[in-house]
């Protein structure tokens, strides 16, 4: 089973370097991915109030 997991991680993996091979490409999708997690736990926050944030000053 973990085989047949493993493979499917890899042939993922194959996909995505196939289709993006660029450096940029790569960045660009990232920021975007970033982009979509940030609004989501926004979204989370504020509208429906599923999270909460406690958060303090670094020291």
Known sequence: M????FDEFQNSVD???????S???IMSKL?????RVNRALIKS???CGC???????QH
Do not use: F, G
Request: glycine fraction near 0%.
């Open 15 to 21: 996909e995505c370097l196939l289709r993006h091979k």
């Open 45 to 47: 926050v504020t509208s």
């Open 2 to 5: 973990k085989d047949l997991i």
């Open 31 to 35: 920021q975007e991915s970033e982009a």
């Open 23 to 25: 450096i940029l490409d």
């Open 51 to 57: 999270l909460k944030v406690e958060a303090e000053k």
